[in-house]
């Protein structure tokens, strides 16, 4: 597909959007509003089995995302969303690098609810800080495995108050491996699907 083709074009090279220039970030936003006009899942919600799995972020407007970058002796590694409709859950997990051995990672969890065709209410639940070292990180699904079966981790684990911590979340282009979506903030999300890393 030529619109996608063009996408991916405009987004190779920005390091998820964090060296994109305003000019990049305009023919970025139009190549996605052109891929959005020919969305081949027009009800995604109802389509489990392309949504659901390992989604890599490939470039976001989020600056809140990208910020991580930004900060003296970090740099933001691989970023992962796990959709697994089954439960309404979802998984961002961002892997961060900075001195050797202090490799850290930023975890949030939430839960969702449909609201239309292409929309969920998004509710944030927990929040985990730390070092993969210490974690045992590995990949998204090693650490969604022991989130599941209860494990705590140090230094900061912690409850994120949902009435304070919610928004929406709409998949406006769903293919076999491509996904795009908009949040309530106004942010662009491409993502990639990803394959299982045990």
């Known amino acids: 597909m030529i619109g996608k083709t063009r996408l991916l074009e405009a987004i190779a090279g920005k390091n998820r959007g964090i060296l994109a220039s305003k ?6 936003l139009a190549a996605v509003a052109q891929l959005e006009d ?6 995604p919600l109802e389509a489990p089995e392309k949504l659901d799995g390992n989604w890599q972020l490939l470039y976001t407007t989020s600056q809140e995302l990208l910020g991580i970058d930004r900060f003296a002796l970090l740099k933001l590694g691989q970023i992962y969303q796990v959709v ?4 309404q859950e979802i998984f961002n997990i961002a892997e961060v ?11 949030v969890s939430a839960t969702f609810e449909p609201v239309s065709e292409k929309r969920v209410d998004v509710k944030f639940r927990r929040g985990i800080l730390g070092l993969q070292r210490l974690m045992g990180y590995h990949s998204p699904e090693a650490l969604i495995e ?7 981790f140090l230094p900061l684990d912690f409850p994120i108050n949902s009435d304070n911590q919610q928004g929406w979340l709409e998949v406006t282009y769903l293919d076999d491996d491509l996904r795009v979506g908009r949040g309530n903030e106004g942010n662009v999300f491409v993502l990639r699907k990803a394959p299982r890393l045990q």
């Open 146 to 152: 022991k989130i599941d079966a209860g494990d705590r």
């Open 84 to 87: 697994r409709t089954q439960t």
């Open 38 to 43: 020919h969305n081949p899942t027009p009800r």
């Open 23 to 28: 000019p990049d970030q305009q023919a970025i």
């Open 97 to 107: 690098y900075g001195l050797p051995y202090l490799e850290g990672l930023v975890s």
